[in-house]
């Protein structure tokens, strides 16, 4: 049985099972299963830093020390990403605007959960820049392990053929025992996705998730609409892959990220993929799709849409287009400063809610669903990673032929 449909009938048991067993049963489950689920996340995990740092510098080294070639790619795959984070806050607000959600729902008296103070821009650039590359591994921190790969990269590049070859073969035959790696965890998924979501769907059974269903209504369907209009002509029109081999290709990848709720922890496997199931060459891959983690949140923008909309009809507040504006532009800066890690969601909704003075006890609603709609959001992240992945990379090899 293909492997994304073992992943897909595992989400399907772990929902059914989930319902049936009800918070009764949690205690049982967060002590035998869930942990289960946990050591899967810590095998994938364990191969995020190897694979991005060695892969990254495959790809740079793979294009001869060329700077220009690598500002190129840089500046086409960073422009798309913010088009499409901002082409999602607007759908989200156009969902939202259709459906209504939380019209008519009261706060009843909830406190709003703590957020951690997001990072200025200054900030941003700053904490790209690693003071300490080993640190950074250890702590999983993918933009400064980027820019650190990025200098290795060019270092071995400059040295010249005879002494960097052998570095070039280390990292490239390092970069594909990764791979190998990645294959035999990807074996495990089916059952480290059940024991993930099982706890998730005891926890927030129909009594909790129905009097907020509208808000997940409206991010489920934004995040299909988004798939399914943008990432799926990037794909073909962009990428020349029809939208049947792109979804199919990237299946194992969005499963993982539906069940993990993180961009990190699905990037390995979206790596793997996007090079063996979709064709892309290995040098764009390893620089747009790390960087894509990072910087690329196009669910969770389209989620601020919709709960900003939310949180104003909750608390009675009228959006001017105006407001609107600004929180597209919010958003779409904001998405630059938040990791691909669980949470990080709560983070630019609390920035966005700022910047257009809605109440900032609106998050304590949201809060009781966000890992619900953090299921949804990251699935869209990662596929639009490998969208623009396509995108960089026809452009790329039409490039190579004109020349």
Known sequence: M???????????????????????????????????????????????????????????????????KLGRISAKTICLYLITTAIAIVLGFAVAG????????????????????????????????????????????????????????????????KRSNPLIDF???????????????????????????????????PKVLLPLLSVIMCVAIGCILQCVLVYSTLASVGGGISPFKFFRGMSEAMMLAFTTCSSAAALPVNMKNCQEKLGLS??????????????????????????????????????????????????????????????AGLIMLAMVLQAVQLPIEGLALVAGIDRVLDMFRTCVNITGDGAVCCVVDKSERARVEVE
Request: net charge neutral.
């Open 2 to 68: 293909n492997l994304s449909i073992q992943i897909l009938l595992a989400l399907v048991l772990s929902v059914a099972v989930g319902l049936g067993v009800g918070p009764e049963g949690l205690p049982f489950v967060n002590k035998w299963i869930a942990p289960i689920g946990t050591i899967f996340i810590n095998f994938i995990k364990m191969m995020i830093v190897p694979v991005v740092f060695c892969s990254l510098i495959v790809g740079v080294t793979s294009l001869g020390g060329d700077g220009k």
């Open 282 to 343: 290995r040098e764009v891959t390893s620089f747009v799709l790390p960087l894509g983690c990072t910087i690329n949140m196009d669910g969770t923008a389209l989620y601020m849409g919709v709960c900003s909309l939310f949180i104003a009809n909750v608390f009675g507040v009228n959006l001017t287009s105006s407001d609107m504006i600004m929180i597209v532009f919010t958003g779409t800066l904001a998405s630059i400063g938040t990791a691909g890690v669980p949470g």
């Open 98 to 161: 259709i459906i209504h959600p939380g019209a008519g729902l009261e706060l009843a008296g909830k406190a709003a959960p703590k957020v951690k103070e997001a990072p200025t821009f200054m900030q941003v650039l700053v904490n790209m820049v690693p003071t300490n590359p080993i640190e950074s591994m250890a702590k999983a921190q993918i933009l400064p392990i980027i820019i650190f790969a990025l200098f290795v990269g060019v270092g071995i590049t400059q040295v010249g053929s």
């Open 171 to 205: 990292f490239d035959a390092s970069a594909e025992v990764c791979y190998r790696i990645i294959a035999m965890v990807m074996k495990f998924a089916p059952y480290g996705v059940f024991a993930l979501l099982l706890p998730v769907v005891c926890k927030n059974g």
